[in-house]
């Protein structure tokens, strides 16, 4: 079945600092990807999507880049603030029910 | 976008006891996702919650331990029933991020975490 691997936590940067988290998955076909984030309290919400291969995605500055030869959608950011401290999920999947989910990686950002 | 409220936000359950989640969504959905998060492990679908039909259930979860309720289109109910210290949990609700859609774009209520002891 399908699965999804992340980079394990936790990840502790300084403010500035280059931000990867690394996600590889296995799956039949070519399902879409997912970064979703869950800040301190909140619910976990879309951060980015890509639904084909060499697409990418970008929202606030993060970016993921579906990379079908390797498997992978590394989150990048190249520079991080206090405020991006969070859980990071990676996630594929076609619809609600496929969605296969990663551990997660809790990212905390000193200033 | 849809607002999601669950109540409780955290409990401390004993054993053998049941709780009932609830999920109440601002607008009309016509699929609510019920999810659970064990401690340091990923989100896990439990099941789906249909408006006036029986909601249906992923391999290894049944309706006599997790029973779902949905009364209508913005609300439904979630019981953990006879609960052991293995359901201890984060328990999220969840929707489709566009209306009528059916895709991995969700947005997701803050969730509900159960301690049993």
């Known amino acids: 079945g399908d699965s999804v691997t992340q980079m394990e936590g936790p990840v502790t940067l300084s403010e500035e600092a280059f931000l990867t988290i690394n996600c590889t998955y296995t799956?039949?076909?070519?399902?879409?990807l997912f970064w979703y984030v869950q800040y301190p309290g909140e619910g976990l919400q879309l951060l980015l999507k890509?639904?084909?291969?060499?697409d990418k995605g970008s929202n606030k500055g993060f970016e993921a880049t579906y990379r079908k030869e390797t498997t992978s959608f590394h989150l990048e950011k190249g520079s991080v603030q206090v405020s991006d401290s969070a859980v990071y999920f990676c996630a594929l999947g076609g619809s609600a029910r496929q969605l296969t989910f990663g551990s997660g990686t809790q990212l905390t950002v000193l200033p | 976008s849809a607002v999601i409220s669950q109540k409780p936000s955290r409990d401390i359950c004993q054993r053998g006891t049941s709780l009932t989640i609830q999920c109440q969504v601002d607008s009309q959905v016509t699929m609510m996702f019920w999810y659970r998060q064990q401690p340091g492990q990923s989100l896990t679908l439990i099941a789906t919650?249909?408006?006036?039909?029986?909601?249906?259930?992923e391999s290894g979860f049944v309706i006599d331990k997790f029973p779902i309720s949905r009364p209508n289109l913005t609300f439904s109910t979630l019981t953990v029933s006879n609960m052991s210290p293995e359901d201890s949990s984060i328990y999220l609700c969840s929707v489709p991020r566009g209306q009528g859609t059916n895709t991995g774009e969700l947005f997701f209520g803050e969730g509900s975490r159960l301690t049993v002891l």
């Open positions: 919650a249909n408006q006036g039909s029986e909601a249906t259930y």
């Open positions: 890509a639904t084909k291969a060499d």
């Open positions: 799956a039949t076909g070519y399902p879409s």
